[in-house]
């Protein structure tokens, strides 16, 4: 199975394969506490955000982060006393789907109003606050959803510098009717009376809107008022005192013992070989699965890649026969799925025997990935989720039952513009760094139907030349993501050469996106559009049409499969 890496002439076929990040295998494997832990320079300045259920948690942890100081999301149950041994400098409490007035809405401990640390309550966590104080919320006879003005009343504090008629985003159908004793009112908008109000004693603070979003103009100004002049905030989250904190804490796990990771070539595993060599040198093993699926070029660039410009060994492993025999026949998009991921955890526990012994796995678990396997929005009352999070798509199962490691997981703490940051610190080049999302199973998925070695090839060729050209023309940091679907089961007839073609349509995917929870399709030049369809049409054979895909995300999904 194992053999030379290929080289650039030869005609194989490639595509990403699935490494071990975010695989769930608790009962297999022996893990740190799942309880997040910081160094004492993070705990100083940390900002805890209590979920209640809102699709915005984790981009709220996002911003606080975005202005260098440390935040973490946990659950709402989390108690007053837990809350005052995490010591954070602030309090956030999210939004939610729920009305604070039903008999299940989840509530928070009331004692945290009184630890005296500055609380910042948005959309249901500012009803939620008003509400325990003493306040009134009730059905709005108008809900606001989407833009509206905000007219400021107060600019002090939390809206200091914050400019009176600016667009914040809204979402909700109730409001607060009459204010907590103490609270007086910061901001208002024509439907929403009680927009943002304080309690400048106690340093209580809410807004019915969500200042996280990038459609709220000020919002950024409102979060940084918070982090800093409210709560006191210093700014020590940085990606050199991150690096600095892992490579200390990687030795100390490690110790002199092996470490193996499974590389993929994305940012994550790639940052995650970086940081681990940086820390353990040639006590880390590197295993390249290449399962064919990759997209053209691509396996033969990483080994050069790391083998000759960083050094970094890379054992890498010719599966492609393998997982192509497994696909044989298949057509249904789940059943590719499962199959890929189980033929990788035999290909994995065979090359691990072989190169091992290890005592420890490496993972790029990220911290989405934490919160959302700590279950921080189960109500334990109900045992219902308040919010459906949406799951990532490359976790793979289980590792076999006699595969026993401890799990080095250095960057768990970090979202994942935080890991892109942290790689080009690193040294890893932009390529990889700022490389867009592509799925586990790879091109195997961006085939409708069977996968067999034509249809890769076609399709890879076809993706080829999407990306030269998205390059060329300066799109591709514009596009969250940017590839070819083949469609071998359709045929349509067209002429080249005045004779008459029966052939495929290829489908053009490029959309745009924060986050990939959403998206649209791009608006790019027809120019562009026109020069990709006229080299596959006449590069790629066995393809004479090409067609855009101009579907959002919902209803459509960014893959096809």
Same mark, same amino acid.
């Given at each position: 199975?194992?053999?030379?890496?290929?080289?650039l002439?030869?005609?194989?076929?490639?595509?990403?394969?699935?490494?071990?990040?975010?695989?769930?295998?608790?009962?297999?494997l022996?893990?740190?506490?799942?309880?997040?832990?910081?160094?004492?320079?993070?705990?100083?300045?940390?900002?805890?955000?209590l979920?209640?259920?809102?699709?915005?948690?984790? &981009?709220?942890?996002?911003?606080?982060?975005?202005?260098?100081?440390?935040?973490?999301v &946990?659950?709402?149950?989390?108690?007053?006393?837990?809350? +005052?041994?995490?010591?954070?400098?602030?309090?956030?409490?999210?939004?939610?789907p729920?009305?604070?007035?039903?008999? +299940?809405?989840p509530?928070?401990?009331?004692?945290?109003?009184?630890?005296?640390?500055?609380?910042?309550?948005?959309c249901?966590?500012?009803q939620?606050?008003?509400?325990?104080?003493?306040?009134?919320?009730?059905?709005?006879?108008?809900?606001?959803?989407?833009?509206?003005?905000?007219?400021?009343?107060?600019?002090?504090?939390?809206?200091?510098?914050?400019? =009176?008629?600016? =667009?914040?985003?809204?979402?909700?159908?109730?409001?607060?009717?009459?204010?907590?004793?103490?609270?007086? *009112? &910061?901001?208002?908008?024509?439907?929403?009376?009680?927009?943002?109000?304080?309690?400048?004693?106690?340093?209580?603070?809410?807004v019915q809107?969500?200042?996280e979003?990038?459609?709220?103009?000020g919002?950024?100004?409102?979060?940084?008022?918070?982090?800093?002049h409210?709560?006191?905030?210093?700014p020590?989250?940085?990606?050199e005192?991150?690096i600095?904190?892992?490579?200390?804490?990687?030795?100390q796990?490690?110790?002199?013992?092996r470490?193996?990771?499974?590389?993929s070539?994305?940012?994550?595993?790639?940052?995650?070989?970086?940081?681990?060599h940086?820390a353990?040198?040639?006590?880390?093993?590197?295993?390249?699965?290449?399962?064919?699926?990759?997209?053209?070029?691509?396996?033969?660039?990483?080994?050069?890649?790391?083998?000759?410009q960083?050094?970094?060994?890379?054992?890498?492993?010719?599966?492609?026969?393998?997982?192509?025999? +497994?696909?044989?026949?298949?057509?249904?998009?789940?059943?590719?799925?499962?199959?890929?991921?189980?033929?990788?955890?035999?290909?994995?526990?065979?090359?691990?025997?072989?190169?091992?012994?290890?005592?420890? &796995?490496?993972?790029?678990?990220?911290?989405?990935?934490?919160?959302?396997?700590?279950? =921080?929005?189960?109500?334990?009352s109900?045992g219902?989720?308040?919010?459906?999070?949406i799951?990532?798509?490359h976790n793979?199962g289980?590792?076999?039952?006699?595969?026993?490691?401890?799990?080095?997981?250095?960057?768990?703490?970090?979202?994942?513009?935080?890991?892109?940051?942290?790689?080009?610190s690193?040294?890893l080049?932009?390529?990889?760094?700022?490389r867009?999302?592509?799925?586990?199973?790879?091109?195997?998925?961006? *085939?409708?139907?069977?996968?067999?070695?034509d249809?890769?090839?076609?399709?890879?060729?076809?993706?080829?030349?999407?990306r030269?050209?998205?390059?060329?023309s300066?799109?591709? +940091?514009?596009?969250?993501?940017?590839?070819?679907?083949?469609?071998?089961?359709?045929?349509s007839?067209?002429?080249?050469?005045d004779?008459?073609?029966?052939?495929?349509?290829v489908?053009?995917?490029?959309?745009?996106?924060?986050?990939?929870? =959403?998206a649209?399709?791009?608006?790019?030049?027809?120019?562009?559009?026109?020069?990709?369809?006229?080299?596959?049409?006449n590069?790629?054979?066995?393809?004479?049409?090409?067609?855009?895909?101009?579907?959002?995300k919902?209803?459509?999904t960014?893959?096809?499969?």
């Open positions: 199975m194992v053999s030379s890496p290929p080289t002439s030869d005609n194989i076929l490639s595509l990403e394969s699935i490494t071990l990040e975010n695989i769930s295998t608790a009962a297999k022996t893990t740190p506490s799942d309880n997040i832990t910081t160094d004492n320079s993070t705990k100083r300045s940390m900002l805890a955000i979920d209640f259920g809102s699709q915005y948690s984790e &981009l709220i942890a996002r911003r606080v982060r975005e202005t260098q100081v440390y935040s973490e &946990l659950s709402y149950h989390t108690t007053a006393a837990d809350l +005052q041994k995490l010591n954070p400098k602030g309090i956030i409490l999210s939004g939610g729920s009305s604070v007035y039903d008999e +299940q809405a509530q928070c401990d009331p004692a945290i109003f009184d630890l005296g640390i500055p609380i910042l309550g948005v249901y966590g500012m939620l606050m008003a509400k325990q104080l003493g306040g009134k919320v009730e059905r709005a006879d108008r809900g606001e959803y989407g833009k509206a003005e905000l007219q400021i009343d107060d600019p002090t504090d939390l809206l200091t510098n914050v400019d =009176t008629g600016i =667009t914040m985003w809204m979402s909700h159908g109730d409001s607060v009717v009459e204010l907590p004793e103490g609270f007086a *009112i &910061l901001a208002h908008t024509a439907n929403t009376p009680c927009a943002a109000i304080a309690h400048h004693d106690k340093k209580l603070y809410g809107f969500h200042p979003v990038v459609h709220s103009a919002g950024m100004a409102m979060i940084r008022n918070f982090v800093y409210i709560c006191g905030c210093d020590s989250w940085t990606t005192a991150f600095e904190t892992a490579i200390r804490e990687i030795r796990q490690v110790g002199e013992k470490v193996l990771l499974a590389l070539g994305g940012v994550d595993s790639s940052t995650l070989a970086f940081l681990l940086r353990i040198g040639d006590q880390l093993t590197c295993m390249f699965i290449d399962q064919g699926f990759m997209r053209k070029l691509e396996p033969e660039r990483l080994v050069k890649l790391f083998e000759e960083f050094h970094i060994h890379v054992e890498y492993v010719n599966a492609r026969d393998r997982f192509l025999a +497994q696909l044989a026949g298949v057509t249904e998009p789940e059943q590719k799925r499962k199959l890929i991921g189980y033929e990788f955890i035999k290909v994995f526990e065979e090359e691990s025997q072989r190169l091992g012994p290890f005592d420890f &796995l490496a993972q790029g678990t990220l911290y989405p990935d934490v919160i959302e396997s700590a279950d =921080t929005n189960i109500d334990p109900t219902k989720r308040v919010a459906v999070k799951k990532s798509h793979v289980g590792l076999p039952d006699n595969l026993r490691f401890t799990l080095v997981e250095p960057l768990r703490k970090l979202f994942k513009d935080e890991v892109r940051k942290v790689g080009s690193l040294g080049p932009e390529e990889i760094v700022k867009q999302p592509f799925p586990g199973p790879g091109l195997a998925i961006r *085939i409708i139907g069977e996968v067999t070695s249809r890769l090839n076609t399709l890879r060729d076809a993706d080829l030349i999407v030269q050209e998205i390059n060329r300066g799109q591709y +940091q514009k596009l969250w993501q940017a590839f070819a679907v083949l469609l071998p089961t359709v045929r007839v067209g002429v080249m050469g004779k008459r073609t029966y052939s495929h349509p489908v053009l995917r490029l959309v745009t996106s924060e986050d990939g929870m =959403t649209d399709w791009a608006r790019v030049p027809y120019e562009l559009l026109e020069t990709i369809s006229n080299r596959i049409v590069e790629v054979k066995g393809v004479n049409r090409v067609v855009l895909d101009i579907t959002s919902p209803p459509g960014i893959e096809w499969e």
